[in-house]
């Protein structure tokens, strides 16, 4: 027996070594990879990183929005963390019998607890095989690979449960209520020996320990990296989230070749390194595709698909630029594309000589994107998609000077005329003469009278062109007039905030455009501003800041909320109707902004509002973002069509929406459907404004 125990001590510190020294040779070749990219800088922010991580990662709140996946999840996850313990009892019960953890007196009660989360983990698998292959979720890959972790598990708590019923039968221990399993076990196979049972254990306990050292190699070459990369992907995401790094364009011309002049990400080593943390962290989940308005309405573009090739390009090109193996053991793996073309030779020449945009993502892929961030809300390990896309789109409009027809003259508008239309620049202002009992002055028109302002009113060019929009407007500048608000806007004067070149990739004109609206802030020491379009409003809350401008920032209904609150708005008519909303992406999602405009429908005498399935964080893109606003869309089916069939799935009478985007994209969909004779489509203002003014409006009827 001490000679058996000395060879199985040997054989374990080999095997065991060689596993853990090629779980750190991975783990390092894809730092390697990692570092091929552009430094990132870290703000800090510790509190706010560490709290996110113990709620996303330890709470696993985003796996919970899925509640069967999610538990399922957190047994895994909380099981696999408790059952190492067992691991490392089930060890020194191999390497020295008749040992175990030195627990005294906790002991049995440690070893049955062990039990309950073994059979819970099985239990989990089963469950995640059924989701899978039975059930077969079509955001879930099947296959083998899908699920040899599954495998690795289950064989890893079966194996615990054999051998603790063989030990004890080696041991010759009577059943106990501290291992019932392993009591059910022993009891089944009471007709072995002693030494037969001893022999069975050996082979359980390293069928246990390959399988657990099998996995620890399998984990950093496959889509279970995400087990070490998501929480340091948390960690490090974004503070603000959606917003996008500015590109600096001060070029010094004597370091850089002009063939070197690019901007955008045109090769995978121009991502930051906190980026390609993303692919790594990658689960393969499916949930960001899921949630995906371009891939739910037919469109090329897949969250999932975009992160798993950036992925697998930045491993394989990684090997051909630092030569290093991706996938061990070498030998075993010789003939894949990235141990080739570590060896470098033609392999590794073709591999670097890729195009990032065109080769291995399309710009179809790219175009699809709404930047809606429903990808990035689902994500339960906060990948940032959007970014990528934007990254990649700014290389291709700015270096390669691609893009969709349609957008181009909407840029080529904005850059001529400060909109999207083209329209005059001195017409900007006209939307005011649709109603001049409304006192909406511009500024220079209060200085002229010696009056001052405190919130400047940004009309945006929806507000101040689109016909519908111009309604949305005159009722938010009447309400501010009820309640005695000091407004200006900047009338012909105003621009565009210039979210729309940024999103389609021209950070140029966007800086452009930033640079000329901030000297006009500035020069009338604008401290707070107010807008009916929510992409203004997160562009000049959370973006404008790193070009040295801030400023209160306001979307107009959480102003109309404040006002009503404090009592200077007073909802009295009474409206009839049934009344569903419609969340912006970009006041929702990306500015957390989902109760104001709630709260003031709820305000209203005679308003029932009902929830669409898809609300808040889920809501649905209407389709007019990242750009799109300005294209047609020609690949499967229209998503603001979709998304008003969403709405009418709860039998409105009236739909509501706080952004003039959605508002043209919603009232588009009812008339797609055939419905907009019978269902109002309004912006929340528009509704308070109905409310208020009913005395009003009665008296002149």
Same mark, same amino acid.
């Given at each position: 027996?001490?000679?058996?125990?000395?060879?199985?001590?040997?054989?374990?510190?080999?095997?065991?070594?060689?596993?853990?020294?090629?779980?750190?040779?991975?783990?390092?070749?894809?730092?390697?990879?990692?570092?091929?990219?552009?430094?990132?800088?870290?703000? $800090?922010?510790?509190?706010?990183?560490?709290?996110?991580? $113990?709620?996303?990662?330890?709470?696993?709140?985003?796996?919970?929005?899925?509640?069967?996946?999610?538990?399922?999840?957190?047994?895994?996850?909380?099981?696999?963390?408790?059952?190492?313990?067992?691991?490392?009892?089930?060890?020194?019960?191999?390497?020295?019998?008749?040992?175990?953890?030195?627990?005294?007196?906790?002991?049995?009660?440690?070893?049955?607890?062990?039990?309950?989360?073994?059979?819970?983990?099985?239990?989990?698998?089963?469950?995640?095989?059924?989701?899978?292959?039975?059930?077969?979720?079509?955001?879930?890959?099947?296959?083998?690979?899908?699920?040899?972790?599954?495998?690795?598990?289950?064989?890893?708590?079966?194996?615990?449960?054999?051998?603790?019923?063989?030990?004890?039968?080696?041991?010759?221990?009577?059943?106990?209520?501290?291992?019932?399993?392993?009591?059910?076990?022993?009891?089944?196979?009471?007709?072995?020996?002693?030494?037969?049972?001893?022999?069975?254990?050996?082979?359980?306990?390293?069928?246990?320990?390959?399988?657990?050292?099998?996995?620890?190699?399998?984990?950093?070459?496959?889509?279970?990296?995400?087990?070490?990369?998501?929480?340091?992907?948390?960690?490090?995401?974004?503070?603000?989230?959606?917003?996008?790094?500015?590109?600096?364009?001060?070029?010094?011309?004597?370091?850089?070749?002009?063939?070197?002049?690019?901007?955008?990400?045109?090769?995978?080593?121009?991502?930051?390194?906190?980026?390609?943390?993303?692919?790594?962290?990658?689960?393969?989940?499916?949930?960001?595709?899921?949630?995906?308005?371009?891939?739910?309405? $037919?469109?090329?573009?897949?969250?999932?698909?975009?992160?798993?090739?950036?992925?697998?390009?930045?491993?394989?090109?990684? #090997?051909?630029?630092?030569?290093?193996?991706?996938?061990?053991?070498?030998?075993?793996?010789?003939?894949?594309?990235?141990?080739?073309?570590?060896?470098?030779?033609?392999?590794?020449?073709?591999?670097?000589?890729?195009?990032?945009?065109?080769?291995?993502?399309?710009?179809?892929?790219?175009?699809?994107?709404?930047?809606?961030?429903?990808?990035?809300?689902?994500?339960?390990?906060?990948?940032?998609?959007?970014?990528?896309?934007?990254?990649?789109?700014?290389?291709?409009?700015?270096?390669?000077?691609?893009?969709?027809?349609?957008?181009?003259?909407?840029?080529?508008?904005?850059?001529?005329?400060?909109?999207?239309?083209?329209?005059?620049?001195?017409?900007?202002?006209?939307?005011?003469?649709?109603?001049?009992?409304?006192?909406?002055?511009?500024?220079?028109?209060?200085?002229?009278?010696?009056?001052?302002?405190?919130?400047?009113?940004?009309?945006?060019?929806?507000?101040?062109?689109?016909?519908?929009?111009?309604?949305?407007?005159?009722?938010?500048?009447?309400?501010?007039?009820?309640?005695?608000?000091?407004?200006?806007?900047?009338?012909?004067?105003?621009?565009?905030?210039?979210?729309?070149?940024?999103?389609?990739?021209?950070?140029?004109?966007?800086?452009?455009?930033?640079?000329?609206?901030?000297?006009?802030?500035?020069?009338?020491?604008?401290?707070?501003?107010?807008?009916?379009?929510?992409?203004?409003?997160?562009?000049?809350?959370?973006?404008?800041?790193?070009?040295?401008?801030?400023?209160?920032?306001?979307?107009?209904?959480?102003?109309?909320?404040?006002?009503?609150?404090?009592?200077?708005?007073?909802?009295?008519?009474?409206?009839?109707?049934?009344?569903?909303?419609?969340?912006?992406?970009?006041?929702?999602?990306?500015?957390?902004?989902?109760?104001?405009?709630?709260?003031?429908?709820?305000?209203?005498?005679?308003?029932?509002?009902?929830?669409?399935?898809?609300?808040?964080?889920?809501?649905?893109?209407?389709?007019?973002?990242?750009?799109?606003?300005?294209?047609?869309?020609?690949?499967?089916?229209?998503?603001?069509?979709?998304?008003?069939?969403?709405?009418?799935?709860?039998?409105?009478?009236?739909?509501?929406?706080?952004?003039?985007?959605?508002?043209?994209?919603?009232?588009? $969909?009812?008339?797609?459907?055939?419905?907009?004779?019978?269902?109002?489509?309004?912006?929340?203002?528009?509704?308070?404004?109905?409310?208020?003014?009913?005395?009003?409006? #009665?008296?002149?009827?």
């Amino acid at each position: 027996m001490d000679t058996f125990l000395i060879i199985n001590w040997i054989a374990f510190l080999v095997v065991t070594i060689y596993a853990i020294y090629l779980f750190a040779r991975v783990v390092t070749t894809r730092i390697a990879y990692i570092k091929l990219g552009k430094k990132s800088e870290f703000d $800090g922010e510790l509190k706010l990183r560490l709290k996110r991580v $113990g709620k996303i990662v330890f709470g696993q709140s985003k796996l919970l929005k899925d509640k069967k996946s999610g538990i399922i999840h957190v047994m895994m996850f909380y099981g696999f963390l408790l059952v190492q313990f067992g691991a490392i009892d089930m060890f020194i019960k191999g390497l020295s019998p008749g040992n175990h953890l030195p627990f005294g007196p906790f002991y049995p009660g440690f070893v049955f607890f062990q039990e309950l989360v073994t059979l819970m983990i099985l239990v989990a698998v089963v469950w995640a095989f059924y989701r899978r292959y039975m059930e077969k979720l079509v955001r879930l890959k099947r296959g083998f690979k899908a699920g040899i972790v599954l495998i690795f598990i289950g064989t890893l708590m079966l194996s615990v449960l054999f051998g603790n019923g063989m030990l004890m039968l080696w041991e010759e221990r009577a059943a106990a209520w501290t291992e019932p399993v392993a009591s059910l076990v022993a009891s089944a196979f009471s007709f072995l020996s002693p030494q037969a049972a001893m022999i069975l254990f050996f082979i359980a306990w390293w069928v246990h320990t390959v399988t657990l050292l099998a996995f620890l190699v399998y984990i950093p070459q496959s889509k279970h990296f995400h087990l070490l990369a998501a929480p340091v992907n948390v960690f490090l995401s974004k503070k603000v989230p959606g917003k996008l790094e500015k590109i600096d364009f001060d070029i010094d011309e004597d370091e850089e070749s002009e063939e070197e002049i690019a901007f955008g990400v045109g090769k995978v080593e121009d991502f930051k390194q906190f980026q390609m943390i993303d692919f790594y962290a990658c689960v393969e989940c499916g949930r960001c595709t899921d949630v995906c308005p371009a891939a739910g309405t $037919g469109k090329m573009l897949s969250p999932m698909d975009i992160m798993i090739k950036l992925r697998d390009h930045l491993t394989e090109k990684g #090997a051909a630029i630092t030569g290093k193996s991706p996938w061990v053991p070498s030998y075993a793996f010789s003939g894949t594309a990235g141990n080739v073309a570590s060896a470098g030779g033609e392999a590794a020449a073709t591999i670097e000589s890729m195009s990032l945009v065109g080769d291995v993502i399309t710009a179809e892929e790219l175009s699809g994107c709404t930047t809606c961030r429903n990808c990035e809300d689902a994500c339960p390990v906060n990948n940032e998609h959007v970014g990528t896309i934007i990254d990649l789109r700014r290389y291709l409009v700015m270096t390669e000077g691609k893009m969709d027809s349609d957008i181009q003259r909407a840029v080529q508008n904005i850059e001529r005329q400060g909109n999207p239309w083209g329209l005059s620049k001195k017409d900007r202002v006209k939307w005011r003469e649709d109603d001049e009992s409304v006192y909406i002055p511009t500024i220079k028109e209060l200085k002229k009278e010696g009056k001052d302002f405190e919130y400047l009113f940004w009309v945006s060019s929806m507000g101040a062109y689109d016909s519908r929009s111009q309604k949305i407007a005159l009722a938010f500048a009447k309400l501010m007039n009820q309640a005695g608000i000091d407004f200006a806007i900047l009338g012909n004067t105003e621009a565009n905030s210039g979210d729309t070149a940024r999103r389609i990739g021209n950070e140029f004109l966007f800086q452009e455009i930033a640079e000329k609206n901030i000297k006009q802030f500035e020069k009338y020491e604008v401290k707070k501003i107010v807008t009916i379009d929510p992409h203004a409003y997160n562009i000049f809350k959370n973006e404008y800041p790193d070009f040295g401008f801030e400023a209160e920032v306001y979307h107009h209904t959480q102003l109309l909320y404040d006002l009503i609150m404090e009592g200077n708005l007073q909802p009295k008519g009474q409206i009839n109707e049934c009344l569903t909303y419609h969340d912006s992406c970009y006041l929702g999602r990306y500015n957390g902004v989902y109760d104001p405009p709630r709260e003031i429908l709820k305000s209203i005498p005679g308003l029932e509002l009902v929830e669409m399935v898809r609300n808040r964080e889920n809501g649905m893109c209407c389709g007019a973002g990242g750009g799109l606003m300005w294209t047609e869309e020609t690949t499967g089916n229209r998503i603001n069509v979709a998304r008003t069939e969403q709405a009418l799935a709860v039998s409105p009478s009236m739909i509501s929406t706080g952004c003039p985007y959605c508002l043209t994209m919603i009232s588009d $969909g009812t008339k797609a459907k055939e419905v907009d004779e019978d269902i109002s489509t309004l912006d929340v203002a528009e509704i308070l404004a109905i409310s208020v003014f009913a005395e009003e409006e #009665a008296k002149t009827a």
